[in-house]
């Protein structure tokens, strides 16, 4: 198994994509090329592997990465199965480097869970775009997801009626018209109000469906698109 790491100066942040950029490339030349432009600046380890085989066996159980790799690769694990092992993990994103597809292997990609296809032979620069684009991509999503949990946390305090007359107050409602939903009284809105802003921790009623909106998205994120070239 070829391995190799490379860590650059400022080491603080790669953590945050759970700290690496692995390359699964059999061809030594390509694998070598795109580990320097890599490994060369930015907030980066790098390791570089021979084969699906040899990074599942190093790597395969270990916390997540940028991973690019050969769709055609030796050994008993191919591309198809490679990308089939990480589709469902959100902590790796998959980038597919190909020279000649078929329609059955281009659809089985387009449907995999990979963020990109890469065309063979590589260009390093190309790579290094993507992999700083993805970077990019990450940082904006886990700043998102942050906010949701933060946001979910902050409303979890709330009471069964409660968050029955947030979802209203969401809705739009007036606490005469929330009152009457619910069969309250207005002055009982008016007290179980004073309550919401209080267990969320919210200034105003703007910041407090700020929260309400935020928490929503966390149920429905999308998927991840397909997209071509760097």
Not at 96 to 121: F, N
Not at 133 to 162: I, V
Request: charged share 25%; proline share 4%; with cysteine.
């Amino acid at each position: 198994m070829l391995f190799a790491v490379a860590r650059s100066r400022q080491g603080q942040g790669v953590s945050d994509f759970a700290g690496h950029i692995h390359l699964v490339l059999p061809d030594p030349t390509e694998r070598a090329a795109c580990f320097r432009a890599l490994a060369g600046g930015g907030e980066r380890i790098v390791r570089s592997f021979a084969s699906a085989d040899a990074w599942l066996e190093a790597e395969g159980d270990s916390g997540g990465a940028i991973l690019l790799f050969r769709w055609h690769q030796p050994g008993r694990i191919d591309g198809a199965a490679l990308l089939d092992r990480v589709a469902a993990r959100d902590d790796i994103a998959a980038f597919v480097v190909a020279e000649q597809l078929s329609i059955a292997e281009s659809r089985v990609i387009l449907r995999g869970g990979a963020r990109d296809l890469l065309p063979a032979p590589l260009d390093p620069r190309v790579v290094c775009r993507a992999v700083d684009a993805e970077l990019g991509d990450w940082t904006a999503r886990q700043a998102a997801r942050t906010r949701r949990c933060e946001a979910a946390a902050r409303l979890a305090a709330l009471t069964p009626r409660e968050r029955d007359i947030l979802a209203a107050i969401a809705a739009g409602l007036g606490n005469k018209a929330i009152a009457r939903q619910l069969a309250l009284s207005p002055r009982t809105i008016e007290v179980h109000r004073a309550n919401i802003m209080r267990r969320a921790g919210a200034g105003n009623v703007a910041e407090l469906l700020r929260l309400q909106f935020t928490a929503e998205q966390a149920r429905g994120a999308a998927g991840n698109p397909v997209h071509y070239g760097a």
